[in-house]
Nanobody, 115 residues
C-alpha cells in the first residue's frame, strides 16, 4: 500500500510562485510514475504534469514554461514548482501515483491565485 501526502498549497497573488510537495510512503518501489492533476470548481480534473520512473516529464500546454515537476528519489517525494501563477491556475491540486496494483490519489491541496 502507498500513502500520498501533499503540502504547499495556499493563497498567492498573480505572478507569484508556490511549490507543492507530495511525499509517498509504503511500497513505493511499485510506483511506475507520479504526477500532478488539478480540479477547478465546476470543471473536470485535468493533467498538469507527470514524471516517469526514468525521470521523463510531460506537461499540459497551459503550464509549459511556468511549472516544473521534479523528484527526490531518496525522499520518495515529487514537487511542482509553479511560477508566474495566473487566476486560471486556481484549483485543488492532487498528487497521483501509478502503482502496479492501483491508481492512487492524495487528498489534494488548494491553490488560490488572486488578481
Amino acid at each position: 500500500q502507498v500513502r500520498l501526502v501533499e503540502s504547499g498549497g495556499g493563497l498567492v497573488q498573480v505572478g507569484g510562485s508556490l511549490r507543492l510537495s507530495c511525499a509517498a510512503s509504503g511500497s513505493v518501489f511499485a510506483i511506475n510514475s507520479m504526477g500532478w492533476y488539478r480540479q477547478a470548481p465546476g470543471k473536470q480534473r485535468e493533467l498538469v504534469a507527470t514524471i516517469s520512473r526514468e525521470g521523463g516529464t510531460d506537461y499540459s500546454d497551459s503550464v509549459k514554461g511556468r511549472f516544473t515537476i521534479s523528484r527526490d528519489k531518496a525522499e520518495n517525494t515529487i514537487y511542482l514548482q509553479m511560477n508566474n501563477l495566473k487566476p486560471e491556475d486556481t484549483a485543488v491540486y492532487y498528487c497521483k501515483a501509478d502503482h502496479i496494483a492501483a491508481e492512487l490519489w492524495g487528498q489534494g491541496t488548494q491553490v488560490t491565485v488572486s488578481s
